[in-house]
């Protein structure tokens, strides 16, 4: 009988709620080996990157920490002897840019628990390369980053000179393999990507060898686990969460959103797995959901890009096997290339939202007014302050925006409504001083008393302002990478080098650039036949951003609405309707796949 591993994911991201990681921990189906959580996101290295650097608070004599204390306030120290006890392995990527300080306070947490004899934790690092940025730049090892594979869509290289908070390259799942073969059961990595917390176990698991890139089922078996790894590391997205046909979701059996079930991969030795969800949960495992989560952030279905592999989608067959049971077969993979992506966060300047609440006749109308009003007294009063102490510097480098919510200023400007009497007014804004904005923030609450009757402040206090971050993507050398891993309490580094004989560069797959160019061949009925319906009557989709590069996925809710969506949803088509969130020089690219196996 081959051996199946089953894997849980609790977070998507840090935020997500706490309670998932108790739910199957202690569900009785759950049966877990691994549990897994992904609590990283491009901004949330940012923050962690500018709390490790601010002084330590007044009084607490420490410093803010690099990584996510969260993981062991609210998951471990709850449930650490129902995890030992069940002999669950735990991997997490809430080391952020301290892995080795996570690592320490665990162990604290288990000599406090009595059970330093249970626990083995190993940290993984080396993604975090900020302090060599300088002489890699030297090196010649970065290269521009261009997801879309289109020309003018590379994102913008940083220099030497330029102050940034973070710089991490995105590494794989062979030093999590690593760190289990010396005996680790739980691990806290950095910045990996999110699929390398399940491929990492299941490669250990398997005993499979990364280096085999010349054997095409090693190949299939890495691109499966990292597709395993994607369907659930954004938790509750596979199992009914940010779903299209929300109402089936939202109105599920046991409580629905209220309490929504959280993916379990069942893994088997052949490479096909299964999606499900403990039993007695919210939500719903189905071909959709599953389906939608598979494209989330793919913005090549044919050349999905990891550090391991290249995982290809284009077979991949999604088969309803049970209720809340989704099987997954079909998974291919290629060699990955031998570039990993590294993404620089810095701050620019600062950041500030204010809302105000709009009611009554012209609400729309009245909020413009107030908008445009409260941005051009913070103008006048920062000018008026900086004139009396001498200065004479202007508002250069401010941006700022009105958008009336509610008034549907963010679809189509050709979107058809009627007049609204209820908006939210958010004035948005950036500038490079902070007290700018303070200004703003001070200034707001006053025009509740001092413009139009049927306006209050949306929440109390003064708005917050935030640093702004700026992400951008670069590609680095693998080469030039080595992820390296600590376990226990010894205090040597066992380095993992990454493979690279074999990587081979990726052959972009076709696209559609031009408006029926892809659905001439195909056979449609005659216009007598056809009948007007929406997009969402034919299709299920879902969207999902990288900084300023975004997809968005549509699956055919039956194999004879495809043709229909190659003919009418192009390029042209999806850049009109988004018209007024691109830039004059913004790229729409459509990739295309037949999708009636995935749904």
């Known amino acids: 009988m081959e051996r199946h591993v089953r894997i849980g994911c609790y977070s998507a991201f840090w935020g997500d709620t706490p309670g998932a990681s108790r739910q199957l921990v202690e569900a009785e189906d759950a049966r877990l080996n691994y549990l897994v959580a992904d609590y990283l996101a491009e901004v949330t290295m940012g923050l962690l990157a500018r709390a490790s650097h601010a002084p330590a608070r007044p009084g607490s004599g420490k410093k803010a920490a690099g990584y996510i204390r969260e993981f062991v306030t609210f998951v471990l120290k709850p449930l650490l002897p129902q995890i030992l006890e069940k002999k669950i392995k735990v991997v997490t990527n809430a080391g952020g840019l301290d892995p080795v300080g996570l690592k320490e306070l665990i162990e604290e947490l288990a000599a406090e628990k009595g059970v330093t004899d249970q626990v083995k934790v190993a940290a993984v690092y080396g993604d975090n390369i900020i302090s060599q940025k300088n002489e890699l730049l030297q090196a010649g090892a970065f290269s521009a980053f261009n997801p879309l594979n289109v020309d003018g869509a590379d994102e913008a290289m940083f220099e030497s000179q330029d102050s940034i908070l973070s710089l991490n390259a995105y590494t794989g799942a062979q030093p999590i393999t690593k760190a289990l073969e010396a005996g680790a059961n739980i691990i806290v990595t950095g910045r990996c990507v999110d699929s390398a917390l399940v491929l990492g176990p299941l490669a250990y698991e398997y005993s499979w060898n990364y280096a085999r890139l010349d054997d095409q089922a ?77 494209l989330y952030e793919v913005l090549d279905p044919e050349n999905y890009i990891l550090p391991d592999v290249v995982v290809d989608l284009s077979r991949v067959v999604l088969d309803q096997v049970d209720k ?21 966060v810095r701050q620019m300047g600062f950041r500030t939202t204010a809302d105000m609440l709009v009611f009554g006749a012209n609400a729309e109308q009245k909020g413009k007014v107030l908008g445009n009003a409260i941005l051009q007294r913070a103008r006048n ?54 007290h700018v904005l303070d200004v703003l923030g001070r200034e707001v609450a006053s025009f509740g008393t001092s413009s139009a009757p049927g306006i209050a402040m949306f929440s109390s206090g003064r708005p917050k302002v935030s640093p702004n971050f700026l992400a951008s993507s670069v590609l680095i050398r693998r080469d030039f990478v080595t992820p390296k891993f600590c376990i226990g309490g010894r205090t040597s580094t066992i380095p993992v080098p990454l493979v690279t004989e074999g990587c081979k560069p990726i052959v972009p797959s076709a696209s559609a650039i031009k408006s029926k160019s892809s659905s001439s061949a195909i056979h449609q009925p005659s216009p007598a036949q056809n009948t007007r319906c929406n997009l969402l009557d034919v299709a299920v989709g879902r969207s999902g951003d990288k900084g300023d590069t975004s997809n968005v996925a549509f699956i055919a809710r039956n ?33 295309e796949k037949d999708m009636h196996n995935y749904a």
């Open 218 to 294: 090693t190949l299939d078996r890495l691109a499966s686990a990292s597709l395993a790894g994607h369907l659930v590391e954004c938790g509750a997205q596979a199992t009914g969460g940010n779903f299209t046909d929300w109402e089936l979701s939202a109105g599920s059996a046991y409580g629905g959103w209220a309490n929504m079930g959280y993916p379990i991969v069942t893994f088997e030795e052949d490479g096909t797995f299964t999606v499900s969800k403990p039993r007695e949960t919210g939500g719903l495992v189905t071909r959709h959901t599953v389906g939608e989560q598979m």
């Open 381 to 434: 009063v920062t000018e008026m302050e900086l004139r009396n102490v001498g200065k004479s510097e202007d508002f250069k480098g401010f941006e700022s925006k009105v958008i009336i919510v509610g008034a549907e200023h963010s679809l189509s400007p050709s979107a058809a409504r009627p007049p609204s009497r209820e908006v939210v007014v958010r004035i948005a804004a950036k500038h490079v001083r902070r």
């Open 324 to 344: 809340d049971k989704v099987r997954v077969t079909g998974v291919r993979g290629k060699p990955p290339t031998e570039w990993l992506k590294c993404t620089a």
């Open 559 to 591: 194999p004879v609405f495809y043709p229909y969506l190659l003919d009418q949803v192009t390029p042209e088509v999806v850049a009109s309707a988004l018209c007024n969130l691109l830039r004059p020089t913004s790229t729409v690219t459509r990739k």
